[in-house]
């Protein structure tokens, strides 16, 4: 095999391959969590019954009714 046979085969700079990785990272990272935070803005759950007086033996109740 001659020194010349590899010269029509092109290189990887693989600088630029691991910052276009790095890159490609953080933009799914950022459209993950924008669309996490678009879900929670526009669901909004339907009101759930729940007993409006004082807990009593430790038990917990809604601090705020949002219906």
Wanted: aromatic share 6%; charged share 10%; hydrophobic share 45%.
């Amino acid at each position: 095999m001659s020194a010349g046979a590899n010269l029509g085969a092109p290189r990887i700079n693989w600088r630029w391959m691991s910052l276009a990785i790095v890159v490609a990272g953080t933009l799914l990272f950022i459209g993950a969590n924008a669309h996490l935070v678009h879900v929670a803005l526009r669901s909004q759950p339907d009101c759930v019954q729940h007993l409006k007086s004082e807990g009593t033996g430790g038990t917990f109740r809604a601090a705020q009714s949002s219906c």
